[in-house]
């Protein structure tokens, strides 16, 4: 009896693990959130070769709110791929340009207009193995 429960305990364990790693592979790895007090967000850094990013202005924003995807090789971040997005709508998905190589990528919020403020919007962007 007592292997029995052994086996058990080791199989669901075993169960568990390969659950929450199916779970993570699908989750957005980084996230950016604009408040309506911020001319500009940024996710923090993620690497690969490529990303998938979206996200949603919020209704109440009072611009539209550029989502755009940023890489690095090493000295500065570069617009790889932008998306204007409106009050209210969202994005889902967008798939940025391929690189030859792992580079740094990261998510930027920027309304609309220089030094614009009054915005609030969320952003995700991740990459499915």
Known sequence: MKKYLIS??????????????????????VVARLSTSMSVAQSV??????????GK????????????????????????????????ENIDNVLTNFTGSTVLWRLELNPYGVGTKGCSATGYMWYLM
């Open 45 to 54: 850094t993620t690497a690969g070769t490529h990303k998938f990013y979206g």
């Open 8 to 29: 058990l305990i080791l199989c669901l364990s075993l169960f568990s693990c390969f659950a929450m790693t199916a779970f993570a592979i699908d989750s957005p790895n």
């Open 57 to 88: 202005n919020s209704a109440n924003s009072k611009h539209k709110v550029y989502f755009e995807a940023q890489k690095s090789s090493g000295d500065k971040f570069v617009k790889d791929s932008s998306k204007l997005v409106g009050k209210g």
